[in-house]
């Protein structure tokens, strides 16, 4: 592989999900050579995701081969990936610096595309389970559950929306939630306690998802009393919130009071030259087509900034 460290490079790409491979097409396509930092996973979060039926032009595809496909048209247009991973940034003076692993790079322009990570419950069975009933997307799995009877844990604007969305296909839906009142806005409190197919356990959490192969219970723990059941259920739809990747821009870049990264509608950050895509800067959306969209948009921001510093 060739060494592409040692050059100033115009446009670094900082994370290899949809937004960052999106970017590198558009910004190889306007001749950047533009050159994709992967971090650890190729892909991010649809890397481990199994069927995709929701981005256009597909009736259904795997996660990682809809990565191989983004990886090879953006390579066959002239993007460099490099498997390696920041660790360091420096935005105090342009040529930018981006410390990683295996060495360093300088660029007139980068795309932080980090992505955000799910947060998980951390009980048995929840990892083995992932793609087998465990879910953490309703818009992407919601169609597989068709007259099930799901669980839902949480109880934020998320939980409650997700929940809603998924009774369009759901039999029924129990939320799960740890406290003994929701921490969702009053409409969609109303609406998901008005929804004649959701229902409420309170002041209960999820220990232990149970399956063999798939999933096919849960067991519960009471938060006051002690107490514990096991739940017959055909999935689980965890939906806690995400953390952003943003730890690595601390400091340097304007974050929101959740850490993601404030971006205007062209994707610019808070330093010029300094872009952002994906769900690093999007805590709402959080769709694949929707990063996909904004690492395009990124690169054609990044082409007119170096075009008017030229």
Not at 61 to 76: N, R, S, Y
Not at 110 to 132: K, N
Not at 158 to 173: C, M, N
Not at 273 to 285: K, L
Request: hydrophobic share 40%.
């Amino acid at each position: 592989m060739t060494d592409t460290s040692e050059k100033i490079h115009q446009c670094l790409i900082i994370g290899s999900g949809p937004a960052g491979l999106s970017a590198a097409l558009y910004a190889a396509r306007a001749d950047l050579s533009p050159v994709v930092l992967s971090g650890m996973d190729l892909g991010g979060q649809v890397s481990k995701t199994d069927a995709i039926e929701n981005y256009p032009g597909f009736d259904s595809i795997l996660g990682p081969e809809m990565v191989t496909l983004f990886q090879e048209q953006a390579e066959k247009f002239g993007a460099a990936i490099v498997f390696d991973s920041a660790t360091e940034v420096d935005f105090s003076k342009r040529p930018f610096k981006v410390t990683t692993y295996g060495g360093e790079y300088y660029a007139e322009s980068l795309i932080l595309a980090t992505g955000a990570s799910i947060r998980e419950l951390g009980v048995p069975g929840e990892q083995d389970l992932t793609g087998r009933g465990v879910s953490y997307c309703a818009t992407c799995d919601g169609h597989f559950f068709k007259e099930k009877d799901l669980i839902v844990v949480g109880g934020g604007d998320s939980a409650l929306k997700e929940g809603i969305f998924l009774t369009r296909f759901a039999k029924s839906v129990t939320i799960v939630h740890r406290r003994d009142e929701l921490r969702a806005g009053p409409y969609l409190e109303k609406k998901a306690k008005e929804n004649p197919k959701i229902s409420f356990m309170w002041d209960t959490i999820v220990t232990e998802i149970i399956g063999d192969g798939t999933v096919n219970s849960v067991r519960l723990k009471n938060t006051k009393t002690g107490e514990e059941q096991v739940q017959d259920t055909d999935g689980v739809f965890i939906f806690i919130g995400h953390d952003p990747n943003t730890e690595l821009f601390k400091d340097q870049l304007d974050t929101d009071e959740s850490g993601y990264l404030v971006i205007d509608q062209r994707m610019h950050t808070s330093m010029p030259g300094v872009f952002a895509a994906g769900e690093v800067g999007d805590p709402h959306f959080q769709q694949v087509v929707i990063s996909a969209g904004m690492g395009a948009a990124a690169a054609m921001e990044v082409t007119e900034f170096l075009e008017e510093e030229d």
